[in-house]
């Protein structure tokens, strides 16, 4: 039986869909005991790695908005039935069908949030998410709803946070207008005439007028609902944005309220304010194109139809075709389904990149991406917005992010700002004209929110790190390992700049290769096969914080220790003092500038270092004396008690009945360290080994609590008793027994 369990769990297990065009497949896969696949030029490779014992699923995958088992706050919700179970019996090895033993499920039963619309989806067992799914599949056990409600990609819109905690409550405004515009897809005479309406009452819209073949203007006689949305998304005053959207909820019978406020949503600008051009440069279809992606996307969150997909892939690439459309697509997709799609305005395009490491087109090329490439963008996106430590966690979250994460050397767009009265003039400089931000919004942090992120530290403690560091300018936190104080430092950082704003926060890791030419300046290769002096992390930290004096900026140095700090900051450490802050004490680096010329350094008095160093290590020797003296050195050592209970249980989910014995087993441990006098209370282990990264399942505490003692616990000990292995063992059964 367990030889059976472990070959299950290696296998893949497959949720298909059975509905081709209009027709429900499904009753002739049961009938002959097989599945097909519904392509015959996709999914062939997918097909073949199908495997005799391979579970199956037949599912389909829609939305819905009403008639839930929770309150879904009036939003849509993604929804995907489970109507077949069966176990693959022979792959055929063409790529279309497989044969199955299918049981039929009766009535369906409905999953909600982590669905797929693909046609055939492999899912691997190993995560938890995956886990649940087919437990509640094959198994017939209950979604955790709760859990997966207020997971970091569904907290936002379904899960149980507070109003006042919403960052984007605008969303389900843009929703409703792009459900209402759908509407006018066939005919667009009510929508437009009435947009001109408004136009003569409300300042803001003199630029819908158009320039005619025969060389004369007027109102435009046709608009697409990009750039319909656009009328309440150009650079103005967010009162006058407010009124245009409040005019066109009226026109089109939009009763959800205008949003408060538009921080994070990109804005047209103002000299390149349609998604098409003047009639006079305009193709017959244009408007008709935009209208065509704008249907086809509407469609695509709802159905798993496999033609679906493909024709939204077809109108999006038609639409590009659109003269100066360009990368303003994505944008407009974005307003209308904003949980759906991405933005690829130039921010979000350079964050993309420099911060999340995908691949996006830069703002320097000129033509947007093909549909296949935006879509596969998205869906790697949508992949790792579940994951508690991925920087941002939806689309617009990553739209906020990326304009906070512009760096001081980046160039805001033009916006373009024309007056009320003037018509704008359709330029075609595109790179120019993209949709922008117009302001950065400021995410607000202080120590209430490092609290509520799950510090265990005392308020009146953190404020003292925080002292110590305003005063000493450099703050190395020291402790065993599991003390937090990596997780602790970014978030001292942001408390000290007083908001959240990852581009003023440089990390860097210290090991014994890092040098002085890495952190600070030296010669590296180019492209070319060429050497050129280049600037390191400390380096530009240092320039970044001199041309904003106004603002904090601050270098995260982790395993400071590791390294030879002494060596790699060179004459940078002797300015490290908090006195020799000043222009006055200067001193030129071992290398020039890149044009060649020796200009005299001094670190700003705006630029802070928090470093970090594991005082367990044995490896490690000791720091420099010139270091020690130059930054404040705070302990930090295993929290639990109260505060940390409350946190697990609540946060965690670990079981209430069972955090009580878990700490005593654990402080004990930690008390045998401690008296140890080969190793001592610097050996002792953090609370961070016995804190979830993520919530748990229902009963699963113990068996998280076993495997934390095997894999992470016990392989420490044996390393701190290497000369004692009977004591590692003993103390590692200790930890579990009863269990």
């Not at 819209?205 to 656009?230: A, E, N, V, W």
């Not at 390992?481 to 950082?493: E, H, M, Q, V």
Request: proline share 5%.
């Amino acid at each position: 039986m367990s030889d059976q369990k472990s070959d299950r769990a290696s296998n893949a297990t497959w949720f298909v869909g059975a509905t081709y065009g209009a027709d429900d497949q499904m009753p002739r896969f049961l009938s002959e005991g097989i599945w097909e696949n519904g392509y015959e030029d996709k999914h062939l490779d997918v097909v073949r790695s199908m495997r005799p014992g391979d579970r199956i699923a037949i599912k389909a995958a829609y939305t819905r908005k009403h008639g839930l088992p929770f309150d879904s706050r009036g939003q849509t919700v993604s929804v995907m039935a489970i109507k077949a179970i069966g176990t693959v019996t022979e792959n055929l090895n063409d790529g279309q069908r497989v044969k199955v033993e299918w049981v039929e499920v009766e009535p369906p039963r409905e999953w909600y949030f982590y669905t797929h619309r693909g046609a055939v989806w492999r899912v691997l067992s190993g995560d938890w998410m995956n886990d649940a799914l087919i437990a509640f599949a094959f198994e017939g056990k209950a979604q955790d709803v709760e859990r997966f409600r207020n997971e970091p990609f569904w907290r936002e819109r379904y899960g149980t946070m507070s109003p006042e905690k919403l960052n984007f409550q605008w969303t389900t405004f843009y929703e409703a207008v792009a459900e209402k515009l759908l509407t006018y897809a066939k005919d667009r005479t009510f929508l437009i005439e009435g947009i001109h309406e408004i136009a003569s009452r409300v300042s803001g819209l003199s630029y819908l007028h158009d320039k005619f073949q025969d060389g004369s203007t007027g109102p435009l006689r046709d608009i697409c609902p990009f750039t319909t949305m656009g009328t309440f998304n150009r650079s103005m005053t967010d009162a006058n944005r407010k009124t245009i959207a409040g005019e066109l909820a009226k026109l089109l019978g939009v009763t959800v309220p205008v949003p408060a406020s538009f921080e994070g949503i990109p804005v047209l600008n103002n000299q390149r304010s349609w998604f098409f051009a003047y009639a006079d440069k305009r193709g017959q279809g244009d408007i008709d194109a935009l209208w065509k992606v704008f249907v086809a996307a509407s469609q695509l969150p709802d159905s798993d139809q496999p033609g679906t997909r493909d024709a939204f892939i077809q109108a999006y690439d038609d639409a590009t075709q659109v003269w100066g459309v360009a990368w303003n697509l994505s944008t407009g997709l974005y307003w209308t389904h904003p949980w759906e799609f991405l933005t690829l305005d130039s921010q979000s395009r350079h964050y993309i990149n420099k911060r999340l490491g995908l691949n996006a087109a830069i703002s320097g090329q000129q033509g947007p991406c093909h549909a296949g490439s935006y879509l596969k963008l998205v869906d790697d996106l949508r992949a790792r917005f579940s994951e508690d430590d991925y920087p941002v966690h939806s689309f617009p979250d990553l739209s906020l992010a990326s304009w906070m994460y512009n760096d001081p050397d980046d160039e805001l767009v033009s916006s373009g700002d024309a007056e009320d009265g003037v018509a704008e003039d359709q330029v075609t400089v595109s790179t120019a004209r993209e949709a922008f931000q117009v302001t950065a919004p400021i995410i607000p942090y202080s120590v209430e929110d490092i609290l509520n992120d799950g510090c265990f530290l005392a308020r009146a403690e953190i404020d003292l790190l925080l002292d110590r560091l305003r005063a000493k300018k450099n703050l190395i936190l020291q402790g065993p390992p599991g003390t937090g104080k990596t997780w602790l430092a970014k978030r001292l950082a942001f408390a000290l700049m007083g908001q959240k704003d990852d581009s003023k926060v440089r990390a860097v890791q210290f090991h014994p290769n890092l040098s002085y030419e890495d952190f600070v300046r030296g010669w590296r290769p180019t492209g070319e096969g060429k050497l050129s002096l280049a600037d390191g992390v400390f380096m530009e930290a240092i320039k970044a914080a001199s041309k904003d004096p106004s603002s904090k900026f601050v270098v995260v140095i982790e395993e400071i220790n590791r390294g030879n700090p002494a060596q790699i900051f060179g004459e940078l450490l002797t300015l490290l003092e908090a006195g020799k802050r000043t222009p006055s004490e200067a001193l030129e680096l071992c290398y020039p500038d890149a044009d060649g010329k020796r200009r005299p350094v001094h670190i700003p008095e705006n630029l802070y270092v928090i470093g970090t160093m594991n005082i367990a290590d044995r490896s490690l020797a000791l720091v420099d004396l010139a270091l020690r003296r130059r930054f404040a050195f705070v302990g930090l050592e295993p929290r639990l008690g109260l505060v940390w209970r409350d946190w697990v249980v609540k946060e965690c989910a670990v079981d209430p009945i069972l955090v009580e014995d878990i700490e005593q087993r654990f402080s004990k441990l930690n008390d045998q360290i401690a008296a140890d006098a080969r190793l001592g209370k610097q050996f002792r282990i953090g609370h961070s080994y016995v804190t979830p990264a993520h919530r748990l399942e229902s009963g699963d505490t113990k068996k998280w609590f076993q495997q934390v003692v095997e894999t992470e616990i016990g392989p420490l000990l044996d390393e701190y008793w290497f000369d004692a292995p009977d004591e590692s063992q003993k103390a590692i059964a200790r930890l579990t027994q009863g269990w």
